[in-house]
């Protein structure tokens, strides 16, 4: 239980402890219930930025991600084009993957063609909860679920691109549709 105290006294997650903005995403947002089109298609996709890199690199850089993909408005999103795709290819602002890129454009597409809004699909993955034992560590926190493999797919097959089950799983915790804090961290429950 040692690696859950902060320097600054607090129990929390051992990697909410690796970097003072990691703590503050830790104590403030991750886990937390977050609705919504805007906010959810932003978790989505800086969560398929985040594939192969550090959740700190992406969070160090989210501000940038809001600016230059017009706040993730899908439908502002969904407009881009070459022209925005070469300017964010030239921007050193964010993580500059074509594929990310047009993923993201793509996916911005992929929810105006929704037969139900973003939110109510994503949410519907979300566990209910029964049965579901409280990680003692990190350790025992899960990259892939069920659930998440279902929304991979269910994503996958209305149009979305790099919504693979972790960068699922991950968004579901991120946004609240599974708690992960473990034993002891004060966000737990």
């Known amino acids: 239980m040692s ?3 902060g320097r600054d006294g607090v129990r929390r997650c051992s990697w909410g402890n690796s970097a003072p903005d990691y703590a503050e995403y830790h104590d403030t947002e991750w886990g937390v219930p977050l609705r919504g089109e805007v906010a959810l298609f932003e978790r989505l996709s800086l ?7 550090s959740w700190l690199v992406i969070l160090r850089k989210r501000e940038a991600f809001r600016r230059v993909f017009a706040g993730f408005e899908p439908e502002r999103v969904a407009a881009f084009g070459d022209d925005d795709v070469a300017r964010l290819l030239g921007d050193a602002s ?3 993957n074509r594929a990310k890129i047009t993923a993201t454009v793509g996916n911005a597409r992929a929810v105006a063609e929704l037969d139900e809004p973003l939110d ?7 566990p209910d909860g029964d049965g579901r034992v409280r990680p003692a560590t990190m350790a ?5 679920t069920a659930e998440s493999k279902a929304m991979a797919r269910a994503l996958k097959k209305r149009g979305f691109a790099f919504v693979g089950p972790t960068t699922c799983y991950a968004m579901m915790q991120a946004t609240g549709m599974v708690d992960d804090h473990v034993e002891g961290c004060f966000r737990a429950g």
């Open 94 to 96: 964010i993580v500059r």
């Open 3 to 5: 690696e859950l105290l």
């Open 120 to 126: 109510e699909l994503l949410w519907s993955f979300a």
């Open 140 to 144: 025992d926190v899960p990259a892939v």
């Open 47 to 53: 969560e398929a930025f985040q594939s192969g890199l």
